[in-house]
């Protein structure tokens, strides 16, 4: 598909996150021949930053966003029988207070203050659950359990709890492990025929009579080719707005607008595995969301980011914010100290003119740029929650402008290892324990939870942890590291420790080190047998 063998491919796709994976995914099963450029590590920006949840987005039905919500409920079903692994069901507890605001500008509290005015501003226990009932009715819900009451009295969800909270709300949402969903499209479109390059910036593209042509080059080693396409796919996230400006020159209004979102990792909260939705006399919400075992995740904030090329980091500022924020619910005051890891993404938006930050719709936007003969589609926006119906829509507008032979597929198609029943992960576990007596709990739940039935494939034959070679440290082997790069596209300590897993929480500075020489020498020595197969 380079400029070496002058083929044509059919969809060239700029954007190695889940919006880019998604469709790179659909439109390799439909039969078309697809490229897709990252210019970092797959899932490197916005989609490994995520509060890693499958949810409807309660909070946008007070912004009346009705078909965002539905889709969204619809599709946390039919993701989780396509990766069991990877994402869970979770319940949710909404502690109830009087002091509960709405933002401002909501329209739900416009509306209340026209025909309540006595309610201004006030988000009363009645509306909430009016809004949980329409939450758990307009999506279709069939797995998971419906909304109830909870007392917080002598309950392991109230323990954690300041006193003065005795109802809460129980809903249910679902877990996912958002990069690892990520490369799990990207290697089911490599598998279907798509080629994945990662480190490969786009230098430029231009339209020609017959398409498009793009300039690439590799950030590793500089080599740079030349790809000809029928039609381009803008999915470069934050870079999105830079790319139709820097990159394809197009002569358009459609804006993006990024705005930041942080999270802090603490030390584990509370010993249950529930999530928290704390609700803010601001009107924000953050969640407070069991991680990783032995951690509390908590976020996130709203924040304008004007600069994508700034790399976006959980300034002091948000930190002491969400601290604050947990503070007001929790009996135990948290402090920076209790901080182990921070992490933040841009998101992009798109720039439909709301007031705030915190107001701008998540939604997403597709739209088609055809001047010139050769058409490019733009993505604007989306939730990592409904990737797989924006991979639909954009598959439906590419069907405008080439050939597409079947229609959409992908809904309940198991993503790699996901080949197994939603309510048999803890058998999943115990099989898999008896087949390597060697694995210790948190070992094989690891395994299983990041790779499903494909965790017989890392381990193989072995019948000892030594025969998984060099330990890395937190159960992380030599095996599983080879598996990893030649499988999973990892190229660094990095994108193993804190993409392709969260090992880089367990792990010393040290061992992370190790990792990197080992992971550099193994590159080395690959290079130096593949020099040596060109000269024989």
């Not at 002569?251 to 509370?270: A, C, D, M, P, W």
Request: charge should be negative; aromatic fraction near 10%.
């Amino acid at each position: 598909m380079s400029s070496g063998d002058g083929s044509v491919t059919d969809l060239f796709i700029i954007g190695g996150g889940i919006n880019g994976c998604g469709i790179a995914r659909d439109a390799a099963g439909r039969g078309l021949s697809v490229v897709v450029a990252e210019m970092n590590d797959l899932a490197s920006a916005t989609s490994s930053a995520s509060t890693k949840l499958f949810h409807g987005g309660l909070r946008y039905l007070e912004y009346f966003e009705f078909r965002l919500v539905r889709e969204a409920l619809i599709e946390r079903e039919i993701l989780l029988e396509a990766m069991p692994h990877i994402s869970w069901p979770m319940r949710f507890i909404l502690p109830y207070h009087k002091d509960m605001r709405f933002e401002s500008d909501t329209p739900t509290s416009n509306l209340l203050g026209i025909f309540m005015p006595w309610m201004r501003g006030k988000r009363p226990a009645w509306l909430i659950r009016l809004g949980l009932f329409i939450y758990d009715n307009m999506g279709g819900r069939k797995i998971l359990p419906a909304t109830k009451t909870l007392s917080l009295h002598s309950t392991p969800e109230g323990e954690p709890l300041q006193d003065r909270f005795e109802q809460a709300f129980e809903y249910s949402d679902c877990w996912v492990e958002d990069s690892r969903l990520v490369v799990l499209n990207a290697r089911d479109a490599k598998a279907r025929g798509a080629s994945i390059l990662t480190r490969t910036k786009v230098l430029s593209a231009a339209r020609e009579s017959a398409g498009w042509r793009i300039e690439t080059q590799n950030i590793e080693n500089g080599k740079k080719e030349t790809f000809r396409a029928r039609m381009l796919v803008n999915a470069g996230g934050p870079w999105v707005g830079d790319i139709i400006q820097s990159k394809i020159r197009l002569n358009s209004r459609e804006g993006v607008r990024l705005v930041r979102g942080s999270h802090i990792v603490t030390r584990k909260l509370f010993d249950h595995g529930k999530c928290y939705f704390l609700q803010g006399t601001d009107g924000r919400i953050i969640f407070a969301i069991p991680y990783q075992t032995d951690f509390t995740l908590i976020g996130t904030t709203d924040a304008e980011h004007d600069d994508p090329t700034q790399p976006p980091v959980c300034t002091p500022e948000e930190q002491a914010y969400l601290i604050d924020f947990a503070n007001r619910y929790f009996k135990q005051d948290i402090t920076e100290e209790d901080i182990v890891w921070t992490y933040s993404g841009v998101r992009p938006l798109y720039d439909d003119g709301a007031s705030s930050a915190t107001a701008a719709t998540r939604d997403y936007t597709l739209k088609v740029d055809a001047e010139g003969g050769a058409p490019v589609l733009n993505v604007f926006g989306g939730k990592i929650t409904t990737y797989r119906r924006l991979a639909e829509t954009a598959l439906e507008k590419i069907s405008e402008h080439l050939s597409v032979s079947s229609g959409p597929w992908t809904a309940g198609v198991p993503l790699p290892g996901g080949d197994f029943p939603v309510d048999q992960v803890d058998r999943q576990i115990e099989d898999l324990k008896k087949s390597y007596p060697f694995l210790t709990d948190f070992w094989a739940h690891r395994l299983i939870r990041a790779y499903g039935t494909e965790a017989h494939g890392i381990l193989g034959e072995a019948t000892s942890a030594a025969d998984l070679g060099r330990d890395f440290g937190a159960t992380l082997t030599e095996a599983e590291v080879n598996w990893l790069i030649s499988h999973e596209f990892a190229h660094t300590a990095e994108d193993i420790l804190w993409r392709r897993s969260k090992l880089g929480l367990r792990l010393t500075q040290a061992e992370s080190d190790v990792l990197n020489e080992w992971i550099s020498a193994r590159h080395q020595s690959g290079s130096g047998r593949e020099k040596a197969r060109r000269t024989i």
